[in-house]
């Protein structure tokens, strides 16, 4: 099949006819051609303990029609207590090049249940591999790190903005090889528990000022998304609130964001590309987790007693397993790929709006 645009929600083949497998994924763009990489969850099924088949990539010319380039980051099958073995639960592979270095790097969130999430760094000579772990078990700061992602400025430093499990978000400088943290970092979005923690990080720039989209902690069930504007790497950030402004639902259109790509060539055309996790169970579980988003999505709720206790019983009668994608089909999870949309500041919002619209399907062509 070939694709003349892109439709949200709906299944997605490569030029194959297969599913693409590029999970909590981001795109670059490198000589002519995109490339989108993420978690390869073609064998998790489910029906067993395997969470990952390692990191795969597709490119494409026209971000309609991509072709597999392959696993390239390999999954260990022979140590069960590497961070890449099937088991590992590895997630939102990030990649970024370093012109000093001309190594590409890759960081890789490795999560257990009853322990600290620790980071997994790679490195290799080219964007498809073979890349060779260089850090395994790295904790940040001394920190227990989930969600993350990466960004690298014009004069090449490089930071990490990612979840501090499960209280604060922390931007941290990277070395100068990126393998690494230096020490120096800000805080920002203190809350005292889940669901109100921030993750799924995703940073961009726009015109000098910085963006960070997050959700809030309710694993794979989805949930209003939050978009924070600042004026350096480091912030102060001011919260802007939910750009999925006419999601009645509450779900950021049933998705998660991993990233926001920032399309070449074009004027002012950014792509928020999100997974719907679970989209043979949104009839079952969102019943129930609209009705827990809409409470926690009410300011009152944080105060509230009575909306505590609703709010800790939908969230004791949502299977705590399935929501962290244990025992889940992702193999067969979509993507939702929307455009951004930003207002200028005016008196209601001083700071301008970030706005994400649904669109059943829409084209790179329509944008300057």
Request: charged letters at 25%.
């Amino acid at each position: 099949m070939v694709y003349n645009s892109i439709r949200p929600g709906q299944v997605w083949l490569d030029t194959e006819g297969k599913r693409i497998q590029a999970h909590g994924g981001s795109l670059l763009y490198e000589d002519g051609y995109y490339y989108w990489y993420g978690e390869n969850k073609e064998k998790t099924t489910g029906k067993d303990s395997i969470w990952h088949w390692g990191v795969r990539c597709y490119r494409s010319s026209d971000l309609y029609n991509w072709e597999d380039m392959g696993v390239i980051i390999e999954p260990n099958t022979e140590n069960k207590r590497s961070s890449l073995h099937p088991t590992a639960c590895m997630d939102r592979p990030h990649i970024i090049y370093n012109q000093v270095t001309k190594k590409y790097v890759c960081w890789l969130k490795i999560m257990t249940i009853d322990g600290p999430q620790t980071e997994t760094v790679l490195m290799a000579d080219h964007l498809l591999g073979p890349y060779k772990i260089v850090r395994e078990g790295l904790k940040p700061l001394g920190m227990s790190a989930g969600d993350f992602d990466l960004a690298v400025a014009p004069d090449d430093k490089a930071y990490y903005y990612f979840e501090r499990v499960h209280s604060e978000t922390i931007c941290a400088d990277l070395t100068e090889d990126y393998t690494d943290v230096t020490g120096y970092y800000s805080t920002h979005f203190p809350h005292p528990l889940p669901p109100y923690v921030r993750e799924a990080i995703a940073h961009f720039v726009r015109k000098g000022r910085h963006y960070i989209i997050t959700s809030g902690t309710t694993g794979y069930y989805p949930n209003p998304s939050e978009v924070a504007v600042g004026d350096s790497w480091h912030g102060p950030y001011t919260v802007l609130g939910n750009p999925h402004v006419d999601d009645s639902s509450e779900t950021s259109f049933h998705s998660q964001i991993s990233s926001v790509f920032k399309v070449p060539g074009k004027k002012d055309l950014y792509i928020a590309c999100a997974d719907r996790w679970l989209p043979n169970r949104m009839d079952v579980l969102y019943k129930d987790c609209e009705r827990a988003c809409s409470l926690y999505a009410d300011p009152d709720t944080a105060t509230n007693a009575e909306k505590q206790k609703e709010l800790k019983a939908l969230a004791e009668k949502i299977p705590f397993r399935e929501s962290l994608g244990i025992g889940v089909d992702t193999s067969v999870a979509d993507y939702v790929w929307l455009p951004l949309k930003f207002t200028e500041p005016d008196k209601t919002h001083p700071q301008g709006q970030v706005l994400i619209e649904w669109k059943d399907e829409w084209c790179i062509e329509d944008y300057e």
